[in-house]
């Protein structure tokens, strides 16, 4: 399978979520939702690591890497989601997604300032787009 193939069933995939993690947040707090999201994560991702061989690779991997990866973890993954179950569970899906799905602008920014990454000119109106989508969406009312 090729890789445009592969993004467009993760673009499929990820647009599901929010709808039945919307249908849930009905019944349970945000805190709960994330749990019980993470735990199942948990699961499959552990499954797989086993049963693919990869947990071999666990041993070589530095210190300092698995350090990065577990503040990425705790900031995307539970502070991030955290806030994004909270405007889920309380404002429309049609609007939080696609705000929250401007993550890219902090990527875009941050890779800019710490990585010393050009700014190109698609580069500025992409972020521009992304700015002017989500002020859209915000002020449609």
Same mark, same amino acid.
């Given at each position: 399978m090729n890789n445009l193939s592969l993004a467009l069933l993760a =673009?499929?995939?990820?647009?599901a979520a929010p709808a039945f993690e919307k249908a849930a947040l009905k019944d349970v707090s945000p805190g709960l939702g994330l749990s019980i999201r993470t735990?199942?994560?948990a699961v499959v991702i552990l499954t797989v690591f086993f049963a693919t061989g990869q947990h071999r690779e666990f041993s070589h991997t530095k210190?300092?890497?698995?350090? =990065?990866?577990a503040v990425g973890a705790i900031s995307a993954g539970v502070i991030g989601q955290w806030f994004y179950f909270a405007a889920l569970k309380g404002g429309e899906a049609s609007v939080i997604v696609p705000v929250v799905g401007a993550y890219p602008l902090v990527a875009t920014i941050l890779g800019i300032l710490v990585f010393k990454e050009k700014i190109?000119?698609?580069k500025a109106t992409g972020v521009l787009m992304i700015i002017s989508g989500v002020f859209l969406l915000k002020w449609q009312r």
């Open positions: =673009i499929v995939f990820w647009g735990m199942v994560i210190p300092s890497t698995i350090a =990065i990866l190109t000119w698609f």
